[in-house]
């Protein structure tokens, strides 16, 4: 099948890979698209395992400040160089993980950031909602243990789905951005400040 520029533009808009990247995964599959799509995930995802390990001393802080000025976010996206770190695609990724904080509200941004107190909180909530509603005991463990699982996905920034895409996690987003840029990229740091709540 020939694979004609449209193609590889509407699979660049798509996935925002390189041209040459999205030609090679259009011939690669044959002219799926979806094929296509899932091609280049895959390389960002082996791309990030790849660079997962270097420093990323360089970056940005971004804000996000909501309409009416009550709710703001501030983050800070590390990188290897100072060129990412200036490239437009980062910034607005910066951004978009900003106002996804602002609107989703997350504790961390990885599992193990979250405080034990928060997880041992509502681990003894949802043992005591199993043990009430008159379940075995030998069942409330594997109940309890699947609601964590669950609640820690909703309060852990790179678990969280995509505020803007749903089917996408903040990891995917990363990942892609990782396999875009071609140097490791991480999510340092963020603050969420709302007014009237500590």
Request: with cysteine; hydrophobic share 40%; glycine share 8%.
């Amino acid at each position: 099948m020939e694979i004609t520029s449209k193609m590889v533009k509407d699979l660049r808009d798509k996935t925002a890979a390189g041209i040459m990247d999205c030609k090679k995964a259009l011939g690669d599959t044959g002219g799926d698209m979806e094929k296509a799509v899932d091609l280049l995930r895959q390389k960002g995802l082996a791309v990030a395992a790849k660079r997962s390990g270097r420093a990323t001393n360089e970056g940005v802080i971004e804000t996000y400040i909501h309409a009416g000025g009550n709710l703001g976010v501030m983050i800070e996206l590390g990188c290897e160089t100072d060129f990412v770190a200036k490239n437009d695609d980062f910034r607005a990724f910066a951004r978009d993980i900003a106002m996804h904080i602002a609107a989703l509200s997350p504790v961390a941004v990885t599992r193990e950031e979250i405080p034990a107190e928060v997880v041992a909180r509502e681990k003894e909530i949802y043992v005591k909602q199993a043990l009430d509603s008159g379940k075995p005991e030998a069942i409330v463990e594997k109940m309890v243990s699947g609601k964590i699982e669950k609640f820690i996905s909703e309060i852990c920034l790179t678990e969280q789905r995509y505020v803007k895409n749903p089917d996408l996690s903040i990891q995917d987003l990363l990942n892609e951005l990782v396999g875009k840029m071609g140097e490791n990229i991480s999510i340092k740091r963020f603050a969420r400040f709302q007014v009237g709540s500590e």
